[in-house]
Nanobody
């Protein structure tokens, strides 16, 4: 199973950006989906997650600004980001679970997001 992110880029502070992620390959099921991010010199940190039933959760730093959504029929997850801040600049990674457990089994290679002041 492969996971590929798209939609990153450069945006001004206060702007919006939509990240997308699609899984392909020999897929039996996709469970939990999530976005993480890693800024240079920092550890990878949790951004948002969404269960198969659509229950979502967010890091405090992005609550009210980011929205995660999924399309189970397309094995896809998206992250809509608004009111972006320079601190949101990072490489964003999509992760997906392949079992009913809330474990992220496969990851994309990441996509950079840069927010200019």
């Amino acid at each position: 199973v492969h996971v590929v992110e798209s939609g990153g880029g450069l945006v001004q502070a206060g702007g919006s950006l939509r990240l997308s992620c699609v899984a392909s390959g020999d897929i039996f099921r996709i469970g939990v989906m999530a976005w993480y991010r890693q800024a240079p010199g920092n550890e990878r940190e949790f951004v948002a997650t969404i269960t198969t039933g659509g229950v979502d959760d967010y890091a405090d730093s992005v609550k009210g600004r980011f929205t995660i959504s999924r399309d189970n029929s397309k094995y896809a997850v998206a992250l809509d980001m608004s009111n972006l801040k320079p601190d949101d600049s990072a490489t964003y990674y999509c992760g997906m679970g392949l079992t009913p457990n809330n474990v992220l089994d496969v990851w994309g290679k990441g996509i950079p997001v840069t927010v200019s002041a």
